[in-house]
């Protein structure tokens, strides 16, 4: 499936560095998520957009910090991330909230 | 706490052997519940399952839903080295939007 794009897919950075990941879904759909997926632990849903409009943030530390600027693209802006935010980070979209949701390939980041 | 398990955490096979993965769950306000598959980078979708009792089919995988006993598997039948991958569940809940609560997922590994 290549309907979600995500960019970069490798990213390293220091812990005072500002970052983003971007990502974009083809697919018309109207909800759109960020996920983090740590070595061997379930993946964590981090935020949630519904018509460009935040429906949910999950306690994310706020040195994550989401941006839908429309339907179809969703940014995550990093900034003074710790070692520990090292993960794959996936971004995922559905036609609703409702329905099932199309993932991604994830960047992987790697923070030193 | 809303919470998905899995199991096992891990399993290798031989080719053409028969496999059923485990997903427990309790959440509050049930609605669905997700099986994905995730090979490198992307989950992608196998099946949705919101109806107890009715399987559900694609090709050699199936899944059944029973939400008395709150769990879920999923069966592979004459696997091949190409089901290798990490097999995730996940469940929705009503009136929490898009939020998936994932299971920490089961790694299969089919030899050949």
């Known amino acids: 499936e290549t309907g979600v794009t995500q960019t970069p897919r490798h990213l390293v950075m220091g812990m005072t560095n500002k970052k983003s990941l971007k990502c974009e879904q083809h697919l018309g759909h109207n909800a759109m998520y960020w996920y983090k997926q740590s070595a061997k632990k379930p993946l964590e849903l981090m935020f949630v957009?519904?018509?460009?409009?935040?429906?949910e943030n999950n306690s994310v530390p706020s040195r994550f910090s989401p941006e839908c600027p429309n339907s179809s693209h969703l940014f995550l802006h990093l900034h003074t991330l710790q070692p520990e935010d090292s993960a794959l980070y996936l971004c995922?979209?559905?036609?609703?909230?409702?329905?099932?949701?199309?993932f991604g390939p994830g960047t992987r980041l790697t923070v030193l | 706490e809303d919470k998905v398990v899995q199991s096992p955490l891990s399993l290798v096979v031989h080719e053409g052997d028969t496999v059923t993965l485990n997903c427990s769950y309790e959440?509050?306000?049930?609605?669905?519940l997700l099986w994905y598959k995730q090979e490198k980078k992307a989950p992608t979708f196998l099946f949705m399952l919101t109806s107890s009792g009715i399987e559900k089919k694609s090709g050699r995988l199936s899944s059944i839903l029973d939400k008395k006993e709150l769990f879920s598997i999923l069966n592979i039948t004459a696997t091949q080295t190409g089901d290798s991958a990490v097999y995730l569940c996940?469940?929705?809940?009503?009136?929490?939007?898009?939020?998936?609560?994932f299971g920490q997922g089961t790694e299969l590994s089919v030899k050949p």
């Open positions: 957009y519904n018509f460009k409009e935040q429906t």
């Open positions: 959440v509050t306000n049930f609605r669905s």
């Open positions: 995922a979209s559905s036609q609703d909230e409702a329905r099932r949701q199309y």
């Open positions: 996940a469940a929705t809940i009503y009136n929490q939007g898009g939020k998936l609560i």
